[in-house]
């Protein structure tokens, strides 16, 4: 099935992209991580509400959506961290709607 990009790319990307291996699956490795990214409250609003409610107080939030991918994502981290995967997850320190951003480091985890 076409992409809708695939008529911007040349022939010689795709001889590139098919010559470098960029594309085809690679598998976990040796040492497979778990990475959480952008579940904040500027992200997911800080209650479940509708998306349309939640953007008047949190304007990048998923609203409900966002809500309802938290449990999937802990009972990823809890299967990750029972299988021994390297995770991290330090949450932002936004408390409020016009709280800065500040940066979310990635813990270090200890070698099994």
Same mark, same amino acid.
């Given at each position: 099935?076409?992409?809708?990009?695939?008529?911007?790319?040349?022939?010689?990307?795709?001889?590139?992209?098919?010559?470098?291996?960029?594309?085809?699956?690679?598998?976990?490795?040796?040492?497979? =991580?778990?990475?959480?990214?952008?579940? &904040?409250? &500027?992200?997911?609003?800080?209650?479940?509400?509708? *998306?349309?409610?939640? *953007?008047?107080?949190?304007? &990048?939030?998923?609203?409900?959506? !966002?809500?309802?991918? *938290?449990?999937?994502?802990?009972?990823?981290?809890?299967? =990750?961290?029972? !299988?021994?995967?390297?995770?991290?997850?330090?949450? =932002?320190?936004?408390? !409020?709607?016009?709280?800065?951003?500040? =940066?979310?480091?990635?813990?270090?985890?200890?070698?099994?």
């Amino acid at each position: 099935m076409p992409r809708v990009w695939d008529k911007f790319i040349t022939d010689k990307d795709r001889a590139v992209y098919a010559g470098t291996g960029y594309g085809a699956r690679t598998g976990y490795g040796a040492r497979p =991580a778990v990475l959480v990214v952008d579940v &904040n409250y &500027n992200f997911t609003g800080d209650r479940d509400m509708p *998306i349309v409610e939640s *953007i008047k107080t949190w304007r &990048n939030s998923c609203g409900d959506a !966002g809500w309802a991918a *938290i449990p999937p994502t802990q009972r990823l981290l809890a299967a =990750a961290r029972d !299988g021994r995967f390297r995770s991290s997850f330090r949450p =932002a320190s936004i408390r !409020g709607p016009t709280s800065s951003i500040k =940066a979310v480091g990635v813990q270090k985890q200890p070698q099994p």
